[in-house]
Structures are given as structure tokens and as C-alpha cells.
């Protein structure tokens, strides 16, 4: 079956940074384009990047342009984020996603930008 399983998030001070990443097992991971969303606390889920398939093509919201990267290793069949110049409305935890038939979701990792 489908799993997503996030790491890398943690504390960190304004101005730091952190590396995601997600693994994927249960479909043939080259085939599919990914996602990254976060949720903030009371507030709705919302979509931070998304990559191609083989990688070529990303896409991010406004907010994260300039700051956060999105990647992949089809071989270690793995998604990353790297955030830099984190701030703290970026604090939410972030989830991978993946559309097989129906979205699959990970459990998600949590990101706090604190001072």
C-alpha cells in the first residue's frame, strides 16, 4: 500500500533552516509528481510546492518563492523541502502528498520557527 512518511522537522530560530524529506514506498514513486503542504494552527491546508515526476518542473506558492526548494531522488525515492530564511508564520507542520487514484497523505512532520 501507499505510505508517506515525512522527517527533518524541529525547532528553529528565525533566519535558520531545515531540510524535509519523505519517503515513499507502495507505487512506482518515478511515475508521480509530489507535493508539499502544511497546515498552521487554525488555519486551513494549504499547498507549499509540488514537482514533476522526473523533476523538472516546480511550482511554489508566493510566500516560500526564493526561500524553499523542492526535490527529488527517484532512486531513494524520496521528496525534500529545503527551507532557508524560515520566519516564523512558516510554523505549521508539513505534510507530503501524493495523487494515486485518490490523494495519500503522510502523517506529516512539524515545523516551528521560534525565537
Known amino acids: 500500500q501507499v505510505q508517506l512518511v515525512e522527517s527533518g522537522g524541529g525547532l528553529v530560530q528565525p533566519g535558520g533552516s531545515l531540510r524535509l524529506s519523505c519517503a515513499a514506498s507502495?507505487?512506482?514513486?518515478?511515475?508521480?509528481?509530489m507535493s508539499w503542504y502544511r497546515q498552521a494552527p487554525g488555519k486551513e491546508r494549504e499547498l507549499v510546492a509540488s514537482?514533476?515526476?522526473?523533476?523538472?518542473?516546480?511550482n511554489y506558492v508566493d510566500s516560500v518563492k526564493g526561500r524553499f526548494t523542492i526535490s527529488r531522488d527517484n532512486v531513494k525515492r524520496t521528496v525534500y523541502l529545503q527551507m532557508n530564511s524560515l520566519k516564523p508564520e512558516d510554523t505549521a507542520v508539513y505534510y507530503c502528498k501524493v495523487y494515486y487514484g485518490m490523494d495519500y497523505w503522510g502523517k506529516g512532520t512539524l515545523v516551528t520557527v521560534s525565537s
Open positions: 514537482i514533476s515526476s522526473a523533476g523538472r518542473t516546480t
Open positions: 507502495g507505487f512506482t514513486f518515478s511515475n508521480f509528481g
